[in-house]
């Protein structure tokens, strides 16, 4: 059974910076991109930021610039600074994982959300 866990959201400050971690866990194979998504109160969950096994990353418009998505393939974990925080910015945010789970077909995974409240 393959798990995705974030921690680090919270609650800071406009200007302020935090930065998220998401480690999967389980029977994986392989890990192949990896991405972080937002949803807001009453708005569709919409795609962060995503950086695939090895290449380019990838940003909404909105947070290019603030923040930096990055991964740690022999933990499995990837991260998500945030810096310039707005009030925009507030909302859960959820890990996304494509992968190979042993024994498995290649599919998608989310993790639990973490909020992130950015107060003005």
């Given at each position: 059974?393959?798990?995705l ?6 609650l800071?400050?406009?200007g ?30 919409e ?7 090895a ?15 990055s ?29 190979w789970?042993v024994g ?6 989310w ?10």
């Open positions: 059974q393959v798990q866990v974030e921690s680090g959201g919270g800071v400050q406009a302020g910076s935090l930065r998220l971690s998401c480690a999967a866990s389980g029977s994986i194979f392989s890990i192949n991109a990896m991405g972080w998504y937002r949803q807001a109160p009453g708005k569709q969950r795609l962060v930021a995503t950086i695939p096994r290449g380019s990353t990838n940003y909404v418009d909105s947070v290019k610039g603030r923040f930096t998505i991964r740690d393939n022999a933990k499995n974990t990837v991260y998500l600074q945030m810096n310039s925080l707005k009030p925009e910015d507030t909302a859960v945010y959820y890990c996304n994982a494509g992968l789970a498995a077909d290649y599919r998608a995974y993790g639990q959300g973490t909020q992130v409240t950015v107060s003005s």
